[in-house]
T-cell receptor
Framework: GAGVSQSPRYKVTKRGQDVALRCDPISGHVSLYWYRQALGQGPEFLTYFNYEAQQDKSGLPNDRFSAERPEGSISTLTIQRTEQRDSAMYRC???????????FGQGTRLTVV | EDQVTQSPEALRLQEGESSSLNCSYTVSGLRGLFWYRQDPGKGPEFLFTLYSAGEEKEKERLKATLTKKESFLHITAPKPEDSATYLCAVHDSGGYQKVTFGTGTKLQVIP
């Protein structure tokens, strides 16, 4: 595709429910990042994929958060048993390789009520 | 732990009034330093990557420079359309792929 696509754009869920956020990166991009961004803050790193390999998950806050990229393209970030503190903008970015410019998607605004 | 500090938090300039934004960083080893621009409601948009001290890159009215401890984004004769939040990020040369962002400088250019 022309850019990084994330879906849904907005998600409202009840506390305790599981949510899955999808990222479709730019075709051919090897590297994929997930970030979380609070209002007025810079993006906070969550996890990194090189092709289908999750090479860094040091930023995932706890074991309710997980991510996968099974075929080295589309990625899913899953949050289990959501809590209100999980409410944030979740952003995905892809890049041709690591340590090069990253292209960000529009993000998914998650609200846990 | 990697740290990125940006200053000032906010900057208001008259159109044509040049200035600089600062990004101070602490990493065990620098693989790359990135500058992004972010408009309200949108994702960050890539501007520059700098890899080693002394390196400089330019794009239109923007020029980024890098030393061993900080980077500057110089804005020459800014225009109102340069108004945005400018984010700095670092990629550590350690074994991890984590990229650490600063909190950004919100720039407003007044006509």
């Amino acid at each position: 595709g022309a850019g990084v696509s994330q879906s849904p754009r907005y998600k409202v869920t009840k506390r305790g429910q599981d949510v899955a956020l999808r990222c479709d990166p730019i075709s051919g991009h090897v590297s994929l990042y997930w970030y979380r961004q609070a209002l007025g803050q810079g993006p906070e790193f969550l996890t990194y994929f090189n092709y289908e390999a999750q090479q860094d998950k040091s930023g995932l806050p706890n074991d309710r958060f997980s991510a996968e990229r099974p075929e080295g393209s589309i990625s899913t970030l899953t949050i289990q048993r959501t809590e209100q503190r999980d409410s944030a903008m979740y952003r995905c970015a892809s890049s041709p390789t690591s340590n090069t410019e990253a292209f960000f998607g529009q993000g998914t605004r998650l609200t846990v009520v | 732990e990697d740290q990125v500090t940006q200053s000032p938090e906010a900057l208001r300039l008259q159109e044509g009034e040049s200035s600089s934004l600062n990004c101070s960083y602490t990493v065990s080893g620098l693989r790359g330093l990135f500058w992004y621009r972010q408009d309200p409601g949108k994702g960050p948009e890539f501007l520059f990557t700098l890899y080693s001290a002394g390196e400089e890159k330019e794009k239109e009215r923007l020029k980024a420079t890098l030393t061993k401890k900080e980077s500057f984004l110089h804005i020459t004769a800014p225009k109102p359309e340069d108004s945005a939040t400018y984010l700095c990020a670092v990629h550590d040369s350690g074994g991890y792929q984590k990229v650490t962002f600063g909190t950004g400088t919100k720039l407003q250019v007044i006509p």
